[in-house]
């Protein structure tokens, strides 16, 4: 890996971007609360959009804060999913927590893939950030190939 930051993006068909919000908030989250962002940047799109964010439960607040511009706070290590248009990511800063947040992100992904209308048309994990140019780690065009890279023993979303 060249950085400490996590990334998994997939991108959906646009004429299912309703179904995908809609799909992920009604997944069971036990461990991420969701927060509708409003005309905030978006990395997805390079652009201000709005979306639905995810956030682990432990940092919810401090994310929330920032924001917000309420509680500005500097949060190193944390793990957040974000549903905007057609597109899915999650994000680990410097490698997340680990459990039960990364089984989670697991369980959805699995789950989402398992919606035959959601078939995901691409996707990638990369690894980077504090310094460090992103980098792809591994790269699909099909959930037959995610669900084999959630299996693989190099797979960062794969538990030790």
Partial sequence: MSGPDLRFTATFA??????????VRQFDFQHFSRYSVTAQDCQ???RQCS??????????????????????VNVWIHHTIA?????LS??????GYGDPYLA???????????IRQLAPQ????QSGGDGYAYSVLAAGTSGAELL??????SSPLRPR
């Fill in 14 to 23: 646009p004429a299912n971007a309703a179904s995908l919000a809609l799909a």
């Fill in 44 to 46: 997805q799109h390079a």
């Fill in 51 to 72: 979306y639905d964010l995810y956030i682990d439960t432990r940092n919810y607040l401090s994310i929330v804060g920032n924001i917000e511009g309420t509680q500005p």
């Fill in 83 to 87: 549903v905007c248009q057609e597109a």
């Fill in 90 to 95: 999650i994000e680990r800063g410097y490698g």
């Fill in 104 to 114: 989670e992100e697991r369980r959805l992904l699995r789950w989402l893939v398992q």
């Fill in 122 to 125: 691409s996707w990638q994990m």
């Fill in 148 to 153: 084999a890279y959630l299996d693989a023993e």
